[in-house]
């Protein structure tokens, strides 16, 4: 396999201001794409912010909506691989999103989160969907957040079945107000559920999360704090970035994929 750089985008998101969100996302594809990164991978519910009640008006669909018409430009733009969660509406529904977007701009997968907590299930509905896709850069799978610690890792262990050498996962992960990172370094939680599965499929796991303070929602008040995590395919960590609601970051490594050990029939 031809190596690649990945960049992940430590971003600032603001809850429901999506102009300023997007623009941000934009400016961050950019930066990805001039320091040489094939694809970059930017958090969860980039557009509206995590448990924003916002959703319920300004959310849009995908692939159409005005959110991942503009992430699908500038990938087209900058010749880039994006990855990115955003809220979509179907219908009456709601649904905590993501999309990974090929460098012509085309939605080549589309992730509806399924191990949502349960205190955003007021607000988004139960995914219902899960594959992944061949690209020039490897084989591909997504989830979001929450679903890296399903119950047995289901998650990322079936996309592992259907044969991704690298899963992407845009990712809000917070910490209460008074957390102590030193007494207590946040990442744990990730670190035990995305190694076995890296290391028991011989593949790559990626999570990348948003810096900023949650304004809405049961978790008012936390502060999303970066720390994005890439697990290599031994179970190890190969990149970890840095912690706090200021750290915004972009961050880059080297990914050289491995040949999946199983190769199923999921493939889009």
Known sequence: MTPFKLALA?????????????????????????????????????????????ARA??????????????????RTHRIHVCAGLIERADDRLFNSAVLISPEGEVLLHHR????????????????????????????????????????????????????????????????????NVREPYGQLWLDNYGPAARDFKMWIAG???????????WSGHKCIGNSLVMNPDGKPALRGPYGADAAELLLVDIELNSPPFRGDGCV
């Open 10 to 54: 430590q971003m600032p998101v603001t809850g429901g201001e999506r102009d300023v969100n997007l623009r941000c996302a934009v400016e961050f594809i950019s930066k990805a794409a001039k320091a040489g990164a094939a694809i970059i991978l930017l958090p969860e519910a980039l557009d509206l912010g995590w448990c924003h009640d916002s």
């Open 58 to 75: 300004s959310a849009g669909a995908i692939p159409d909506g005005e959110s991942c018409l503009r992430l699908r430009e500038a990938a």
């Open 113 to 180: 989160k399924l191990n949502e907590l349960a205190m955003a299930h007021h607000l988004y509905a139960q995914g219902d969907r899960l594959a992944v896709a061949r690209t020039p850069l490897g084989i591909m799978g997504l989830m979001i957040c929450a679903d890296g610690f399903a119950p047995g890792q289901v998650v990322s262990r079936a996309l592992g079945l259907m044969g991704a050498q690298i899963i992407l996962s845009p990712c809000a992960w917070a910490a209460p107000p008074d957390h102590d």
């Open 208 to 218: 990348t999360s948003n810096v900023g303070v949650i304004t809405e929602g049961e």
